[in-house]
C-alpha cells in the first residue's frame, strides 16, 4: 500500500475518554502515521477533522475505528467517501460490522454502502422503540423525563447574581 495512515477518532463528550483511548489505541494498532483526536458531536465544527482532512495527500487513507466515529448518516458517508475517491484518497474503517472495510476496492465501497446502510437503519428502528417507550411510560404514568439540571442551581444562581 502507498502513501500514508491518517487516523482520526472523535468521542462526544468528555465522559467517554475511556472510548478515546481505545480508538486511539486501535489506531495505533492499525499503524497510523499520524492521529488526530478530538472531543466533540459529530453535528458541531470539528477542527481535528479538518485537520486530518488537510493532512491528505492523494494515495493517503483515513483511518477511523467505526463509521458513527465519522459521519451522522449514510448520506454523509456516502459524500465524504465520493470526495475522497474524487481526491485520490481512501477510507478504511477498522470495526465496520465485526470487519475491516476499506474504499480503495469496489468491494470495500459496496460493503461500506450496504453495511453503513444496515448500522442507519438499526439505529433509527431503536430510535423508534425508544419513542414508543417513552410514549407508553407517559401514558401509565411511569415517565418523568430528564431531570431539569438549571433548576438545580437556582439558589446558586441567585446568590451569584
Not at 70 to 85: G, K, P, Y
Not at 94 to 112: C, I, P, Q
Not at 119 to 130: H, K, P, S, V, Y
Not at 153 to 158: L, M, N, T
Amino acid at each position: 500500500m502507498t502513501g500514508k495512515l491518517v487516523g482520526y477518532a472523535r468521542v462526544s463528550t468528555d465522559s467517554q475518554n475511556a472510548g478515546l483511548e481505545e480508538q486511539i489505541r486501535d489506531l495505533t494498532a492499525a499503524h497510523c502515521d499520524i492521529i488526530y483526536n478530538e472531543e466533540v458531536s459529530s453535528v458541531a465544527d470539528r477542527p481535528e477533522f479538518a485537520a486530518a482532512l488537510a493532512e491528505l495527500q492523494p494515495g493517503d487513507t483515513l483511518v477511523v475505528t467505526k463509521m458513527d466515529r465519522l459521519a451522522r448518516s449514510i448520506l454523509d458517508l456516502l459524500h465524504l467517501v465520493e470526495n475522497f475517491n474524487k481526491k485520490g484518497f481512501a477510507l478504511r474503517v477498522l470495526n465496520l460490522g465485526g470487519d475491516t472495510v476499506d474504499t480503495r476496492s469496489a468491494t470495500g465501497r459496496l460493503m461500506l454502502s450496504m453495511l453503513a446502510s444496515f448500522a442507519q437503519f438499526e439505529r433509527e428502528m431503536m430510535l423508534e422503540r425508544q419513542k414508543c417507550g417513552i410514549a407508553k411510560a407517559r401514558a401509565e404514568g411511569k415517565y418523568r423525563g430528564r431531570r431539569p439540571s438549571a433548576m438545580l442551581q437556582a439558589d446558586r444562581i441567585i446568590e451569584l447574581h
